[in-house]
């Protein structure tokens, strides 16, 4: 344990790590007693934000990380006489789309409040700050009035035909809008979402959390969710109030429809397949940030009046698709606040109906693969990754709350599985899904910005080796025999998004928040991205003094250790009569 610590200490002084990713640096001034926590998932966590600084668009601060990044696509919105620009490309490419960054920004936000003492504790909490801000920034500017919602920036036929870097993105980039006339019930409620959950981690002094134990599990002293570094009143507040205007439009436009019927396009990318989850969602987190009980009612009522029932869904949950998160959500804001009059224990059962059919591998459609990933025919095809890590990220909210220890132990150990799986554990393809963090990591995301290529047609070979490290970036994932190429244009297999690494940033939380075990690829980002270019400071000196110590005793405890057991092993033989 000594040795240990020393070792994480001296690796920390050390700070070998690249410059240029997420990777807790010794100078943080945020970064608390650094070995409370496990290092390399504090590393993970860094990184899987830096995947969003990387995918930022409009004008870059000056704090700006990613130096291989420019301005651009400043005049977005221009079509409409507005300022759209900033927020997030999508994925590979340079779109915009609003109705998966709400998911997304929805989710950050909700594993935040559930695990957000891991954020405090890993000194990522300021980049959790920076990450909501850049894509709540850009969602207050697309719900420029009280009637109007933006979806989509930029055309995807065009967008289609670019390959290259962020300095020739084809123009023009059309904006595209819903509103009261030509409503989108989806996105309108999504969107709601994403500015009630953040509003509510952004208030309450910064305590405001959501519970992942039931009463009497834990000491209260040791609350788990809650970011208090990172309180803003006033901009909870303006958040609050988009929210509740998205709220208004959502349910008192007479017309509810899916997004796509109203704006054709985005049918292109992102067509939903129902509004009725988005509805129930939105008032769930209405409830939650505003603590008034027409909201939990209204809940309720989308949630009982559902057609076909929510408990039985048998999707998974993605951007499009919220069923099996509902019920979950509801369980933990019933315990959160008794007020709101949701019933812990109808949301309890409801919950294990969609978990329980999950985990004895009954529910329709879905089956693991040769190697253990859970795979839900059709909807992992695209990107296999995705329905599995957000699954595991549902029962990290919830395993604690199951209705008894064996239910909790089976969620878990079926969550661990499959976030070992693709943190590089048996998953035939000895390394993590992450870009950037292990030598065996993928190194063809498929990513325009990255790549450093100019060609559409040579998008493998034109640059041979990918330019930039998309550090922290999960790629779509291995095809249903656990099989994966690593090829920049088989997008299914490589593509990077805003929302797969949502539930990669949960996972990490969870991680860090129950653990302190290495994570599965158990290699110190350090060693496989050695910095070249600077000569070692005094402090790294005086770190590899300790290192080469510290190893030296170590070497010294393994050679008495691998006496013993031999002694021990030769003990068991004879005994057997071996
Ligand atoms: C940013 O600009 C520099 C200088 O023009 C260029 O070399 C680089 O490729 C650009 N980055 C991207 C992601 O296009
Ligand atoms: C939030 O928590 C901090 C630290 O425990 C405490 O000092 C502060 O008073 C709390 N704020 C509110 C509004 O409860
Ligand atoms: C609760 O919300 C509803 C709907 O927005 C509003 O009409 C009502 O005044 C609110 N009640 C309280 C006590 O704030």
Redesign the pocket.
């Known amino acids: 344990m000594l040795v240990q610590s020393l070792l994480l200490t001296a690796l920390s002084i050390l700070s070998l790590s690249p410059a240029s990713s997420g990777t807790v640096s010794s100078s943080s001034s945020s970064s608390p007693s650094s070995s409370s926590v496990n290092a390399q998932y504090s590393n993970l966590l860094g990184d899987a934000l830096w995947f969003y600084e990387a995918q930022r668009s409009g004008k870059l601060p000056s704090d700006n990380r990613v130096s291989w990044r420019n301005d651009s696509a400043l005049q977005d919105g221009s079509d409409n006489g507005l300022d759209l620009s900033g927020g997030y490309y999508d994925a590979g490419d340079y779109l915009k789309a609003t109705y998966p960054l709400c998911w997304t920004m929805t989710s950050l936000a909700w594993s935040a409040l559930s695990y957000g003492q891991a954020y405090v504790r890993s000194g990522q909490d300021a980049y959790l700050d920076r990450t909501l801000r850049w894509g709540m920034d850009w969602l207050i500017r697309a719900n420029p009035d009280k009637d109007t919602l933006y979806v989509l920036v930029g055309d995807p036929d065009v967008d289609n035909q670019y390959w290259g870097g962020d300095q020739g993105i084809p123009n023009p980039r059309p904006s595209y809008k819903i509103d009261r006339i030509n409503p989108g019930t989806d996105a309108f409620a999504s969107c709601s979402s994403a500015f009630a959950a953040t509003s509510y981690l952004y208030g309450?002094?910064?305590?405001n959390s959501l519970p992942v134990q039931q009463p009497g599990q834990v000491d209260p002293s040791e609350t788990l969710g809650g970011v208090?570094t990172i309180q803003d009143a006033d901009y909870s507040s303006t958040l609050l109030r988009h929210a509740s205007d998205l709220w208004e439009l959502a349910t008192t436009t007479t017309k509810r429809q899916r997004y796509q019927v109203a704006q054709p396009v985005v049918s292109k990318i992102y067509p939903s397949t129902d509004y009725q989850d988005d509805l129930v969602l939105s008032s769930l987190w209405m409830a939650l940030a505003t603590a008034n009980r027409t909201y939990s009612e209204a809940a309720e009522t989308f949630y009982d009046q559902a057609q076909p029932a929510f408990p039985y869904n048998q999707g998974p949950l993605n951007w499009d698709q919220k069923a099996p998160a509902l019920p979950i959500l509801a369980s933990q804001i019933s315990l959160a606040s008794n007020q709101l009059g949701l019933s812990f224990s109808k949301y309890q059962s409801d919950s294990e109906v969609w978990l329980d059919s999950l985990v004895s591998g009954k529910m329709t459609n879905t089956f693991t693969t040769p190697k253990g990933l859970l795979w839900f025919d059709g909807d992992s095809d695209p990107a296999s990754l995705n329905p599995s890590l957000n699954s595991a990220f549902l029962i990290s909210l919830y395993r604690s709350l199951a209705s008894n220890p064996a239910k909790t132990k089976a969620y878990s150990d079926f969550a661990d599985s499959q976030i070992d799986y693709v943190l590089g554990s048996g998953n035939g393809y000895n390394g993590p899904f992450v870009v950037g963090v292990h030598p065996n990591s993928p190194s063809n995301p498929h990513s325009a910005m990255a790549s450093g290529g100019q060609d559409i047609t040579k998008i493998n070979t034109s640059p041979p080796t990918e330019i930039n490290t998309l550090y922290g970036a999960l790629i779509g994932g291995p095809d249903r025999k656990d099989r994966f190429f690593d090829l920049r244009d088989d997008y299914p297999q490589t593509e990077v998004a805003l929302d797969y690494n949502a539930p990669l940033v949960a996972i990490t939380l969870y991680r860090l928040s129950t653990s302190t075990d290495d994570p599965p690829y158990g290699l110190p980002e350090d060693e496989a991205y050695p910095s070249s270019s600077h000569g070692l400071s005094k402090g790294a000196k005086i770190a590899i003094a300790v290192i080469v110590v510290v190893v030296f005793f170590s070497l010294l405890g393994a050679l008495a250790w691998w006496r013993r057991e031999w002694l021990r092993r030769s003990y068991r033989l004879r005994k057997l009569g071996l």
């Open positions: 309450g002094g910064g305590n208090p």
